[in-house]
């Protein structure tokens, strides 16, 4: 028999927007369940992103799950761009007197599990065949299954924050939604070593052979990137042969100085930009990665999430403490217009630095003097620091 509970907000998707989304109502006196396909383990276990902006860094300290990540997590003051053997700082504090912080997903997602933990926020496990159910109603619910048998959950609204593959935009009719894709023909080789970073600032390279990150995740924890062919897979690049690859499309002077070492982790991930609008259905609003993926490049893609859930926050509590739907009614609107400038900044970065297989002389000859603009005009850096910081939400 199907055992019914009832919640005012049922998320689907326990990854970084679900459970901050439900932290931060919670704190507010909104009851949420939290329904994850995936093992606690699991979850906690994926290596993805790692810069977050001024405006996440502030989100995590309302929500109470800030603490670890201003004693652990790193301010970042600017960033390097290396091309043609040389290395140019922009200087990210001068340019816009903002700061990023450098403090990986997975460390953040444990505080947000463990802050879940100290509320006794309700979140469930290895949720099996989860469902938004008669979304274009006023009484939406979720049906999942578990050891246990199958469940339902009653809900106010449901909130879809289940990553690109999840269920929740799937749910929508096909004519209610417009999807907008863009596929690079390349992917990211990532490697995670237990080794000092080479820079304690973030290098972005563009190289003939390709585009290449030096990035971090602590004072003992590197991450590296560099672009291959999408036809690549993860047992062709041994750790010494990604480390050579590496250090050939970095500068001399950084090249020499880099302590290599056994990966921890190693990944290929194909680099896709996608949005749909609306990012409401009925009852149902998407948030994150269920709506919207851009490619790394510009370190958007949490972050980007991070302002779909502060104005989702802000509209449900307008909803619930004052009977206010005016948030409700322009969510979509409103996280649209951040997040296209979220793509449009990471395809910008994603065209200025990386070898696309089809450019012509033409192109390329376009990309050096936009890298020669860049670095000859305070202006064209202050764009790009303002936006490397974090537009307001
Ligand atoms: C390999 C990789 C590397 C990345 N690197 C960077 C980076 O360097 N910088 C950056 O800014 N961003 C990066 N990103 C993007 C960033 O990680 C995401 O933007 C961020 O995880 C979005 O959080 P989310 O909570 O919206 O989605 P997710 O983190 O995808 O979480 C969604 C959750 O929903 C769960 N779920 C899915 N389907 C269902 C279902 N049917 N029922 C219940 N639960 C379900 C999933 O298990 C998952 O836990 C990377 C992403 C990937 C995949």
């Known amino acids: 028999m199907t055992s019914a509970t009832r919640t005012q907000v049922g998320i689907i998707g326990g990854g970084p ?60 003051e600017g960033v390097y761009i290396a091309y043609d053997g040389r ?49 274009n109603s006023s009484h939406p619910y979720i049906t999942y299954r578990d050891g246990s048998g199958p469940h339902r959950i009653d809900c106010d609204y449901v909130v879809g924050c289940d990553g690109f593959h999840g269920v929740s935009r799937q749910s929508i009719p096909k004519d209610k939604i417009q999807t907008f894709e863009k596929i690079f023909p390349f992917g990211w080789l990532g490697v995670l070593s237990r080794t000092p970073p080479v820079s304690s600032e973030l290098i972005y ?47 001399e002077e950084v090249a020499s100085s880099m302590v290599t070492g056994v990966s921890i982790e190693k990944s290929i991930a ?6 749909v609008e609306p990012m409401r259905y009925g009852n149902l609003f998407l948030a994150g990665d269920a709506a919207h993926i851009v490619p790394p490049t510009g370190a958007k893609g949490l972050n980007t999430a991070a302002s779909d859930i502060y104005y989702l926050y802000h509209a449900l509590v307008d909803h619930y403490a ?34 696309f297989p089809d450019d012509s002389p033409y192109d390329r000859r376009l990309q050096q003097t936009e890298l020669a603009y860049l670095f000859s005009s305070e202006r064209a850096l202050a764009s790009l620091a ?3 910081v974090g537009l307001p939400f």
């Open 87 to 135: 290395r140019e700082r922009i200087d990210l504090h001068a340019l816009t007197g903002k700061t990023v912080m450098v403090y990986g997903q997975t460390e953040l997602t444990r505080d947000l599990y463990e802050g879940r933990d100290r509320l006794g926020g309700k979140v469930i496990h290895e949720a099996e065949d989860v469902r938004p159910q008669d979304l």
């Open 270 to 275: 194909p680099l896709r930009s996608f949005a």
């Open 17 to 76: 927007s679900g459970l901050l989304l439900s932290q931060l109502l919670q704190l507010r006196g909104i009851d949420t369940v939290v329904l994850e396909r995936r093992s606690r383990d699991y979850v906690l276990g994926r290596i993805r992103a790692g810069v977050l902006e001024h405006g996440f860094a502030e989100l995590m300290r309302e929500a109470q799950v800030g603490e670890r990540m201003d004693r652990e997590g790193q301010i970042h």
């Open 205 to 251: 390279a563009n190289h003939e052979r390709g585009f290449a990150l030096c990035s971090l995740r602590s004072a003992t924890l590197s991450r590296y990137y560099i672009q291959v062919p999408l036809s690549d897979t993860v047992q062709e690049w041994s750790d010494e042969l990604f480390f050579e690859e590496l250090k050939r499309r970095l500068p």
């Open 322 to 355: 004052r009977g206010n739907d005016r948030g409700l009614e322009s969510y979509s609107s409103r996280a649209l217009a951040r997040v296209w400038k979220g793509q449009r900044f990471s395809w910008w970065m994603t065209k200025l630095l990386h070898r």
């Open 386 to 388: 303002e936006n490397y």
